[in-house]
């Protein structure tokens, strides 16, 4: 577990990554930022106490330590006033989308979603049979007055939405952060419509800058709106730990549902450790240092673009998160780019998968610039640049 030697390289390929490429497409946090001698600390230490805390069920709501310990950390940083009730710990934000739609919505219902919007949460609304209706977004985020015309045609058709899906801060894939007056015009939306804000918020601790919009669930008061949590992309994703924000009603509906009853709460024996892991202070202190990292890392990619890319291709400049957006010029279909790319040995995450209506991001990519090492980053964006020059001749 100490030997870290495989770090990134060949024989080490998580997810989708093929070997000896270079995966420009991975939205995971890369090796070498994961904090793994802390955490090998921290599980010796666990099996040295009540070991069998490890390996029972858990509570449903999830490791009271851990909630206690988000809880307090939520009122410090962000002046909430939230208590125990309004938080539960999940499998990875991934299980709380899931979640959320298995007990808000039934096949056939309506939701909202930013265009583009994550890919794997159209996925998981696809895999339900969810009718989404797609709001396109600009800078400032998803753009309200769409938002109104679309929800005035749901009106009339009487097929008011569900709830709105978003990632509001360092959006992926477009690194875009929704503003504030966006937010609260939104609130108030919610409310004459009548539906429930989940907002994805898994990239608001990596940021480069001091100041980011309050969240919606602060916002709102905590009314009527979900808000999703992980330690996957602070700490790292095989974990598999995340949490829920809500009220007090909403929490005591999930944990009640027949999943936590059956399986106990959200993997208890991770739970745990990290639970210890961030009551003695690591965690806060690694998200500090992990910010550092990864603007270094931002400031690679777009140094790299502005030097590689020709003048008819633009991107987007990401404040946090993982992802820059990058749009290519009208000629150039992004299947047909992908295709001689990963002939190159270089991926990227086709802009396409992140639309309702996959047309919309033909001409788009998304670069993620955690994780892979600079050179590899640069070597990329060369390949690339070097591609949308060939492509471009008469
Ligand atoms: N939501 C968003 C917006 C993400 O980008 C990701 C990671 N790709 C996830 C959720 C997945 O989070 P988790 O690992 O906590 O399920």
Known sequence: MNDQSDSNSAQSTPQGVVAGSIPLFAGHPSHDLIPIQDFQRTVES?????VWRLF???????????IQFLVERFNQREHLNITSDN???????????TM???????????????????????????????????IPIDEGGVIVAEMVKTLETLKAENRLPKFYYVVPTFQNPTGITLSQARREAIIELSQQYGFVIVEDDVYSEIRFVDEIPPSFFGLAGGKNALRLGTFSKTLSPGLRMGWLLGDTEQIQRFVTSGKLRMGGGANPFTAKIVADYCKSGAWDTHIEWLRGQYQTRRDVALTALKQHMPDSVTWTYPQGGYFIWVTLPEHIHVADFEKIANQNDVYFA?????????????HNLRLSFSFVPHDDMKRGIVVLGQLVKELSVE
Do not use: C
């Not at 666990?46 to 009540?50: E, T």
């Not at 499998?91 to 989308?97: D, E, P, Y």
């Open 350 to 362: 086709s802009g396409m998968g992140f639309y309702v209506n996959p047309d919309d991001g033909k």
């Open 46 to 50: 666990a099996f040295s106490q009540n």
């Open 100 to 134: 959320i739609t298995n007990l808000l919505t039934q096949a056939g219902d309506t939701i909202l979603v930013d265009s583009p919007s994550y890919r794997d949460a159209l996925h998981i609304f696809r895999d339900h049979h969810i009718d989404m209706r797609a």
């Open 56 to 66: 029972d069920y858990g509570d449903e709501q999830g490791n009271p330590d851990l």
């Open 87 to 97: 938080l539960m710990i999940l499998a990875g934000s991934t299980g709380g989308v």
